[in-house]
Nanobody, 115 residues
Framework: QEQLVESGGGLAQAGGSLRLSCAAS????????MAWYRQAPGKQRELVAR???????TYADSVKGRFTISRDNAKNTVYLQMDSLKPEDTAVYYC?????????WGQGTQVTVSS
């Protein structure tokens, strides 16, 4: 059974940094994309960043230049480095992996940025 477990969320001040981790376990299918999404209260879930199996990255306009997605294949872990945090970054952050026919999502981790 594939499983993703996020960690690293918490409380930060505006201008601060947090790093989220997402560890994969179990027998994963072939992964095409790894991604981070977020959902703020009363809003739809949105894509924050994603990385293809070839290493190509895509970011939401709202986080470009502030967030960085990366991975450690040896640890089966994907990261989201979040710098210059803003109160509007407050949300539950989810990691996800996408294969040809399936996807797996983590349980989410809360990020709260105070002004």
């Amino acid at each position: 059974q594939e499983q993703l477990v996020e960690s690293g969320g918490g409380l930060a001040q505006a201008g601060g940094s947090l790093r989220l981790s997402c560890a994969a376990s179990g027998s994963m299918f072939r992964i095409n994309f790894m991604a981070w999404y977020r959902q703020a209260p009363g809003k739809q879930r949105e894509l924050v960043a994603r990385m293809s199996s070839g290493g190509r990255t895509t970011y939401a306009d709202s986080v470009k230049g502030r967030f960085t997605i990366s991975r450690d294949n040896a640890k089966n872990t994907v990261y989201l480095q979040m710098d210059s945090l803003k109160p509007e970054d407050t949300a539950v952050y989810y990691c996800a992996v996408f294969g040809d026919l399936r996807s797996v999502w983590g349980q989410g981790t809360q990020v709260t940025v105070s002004s």
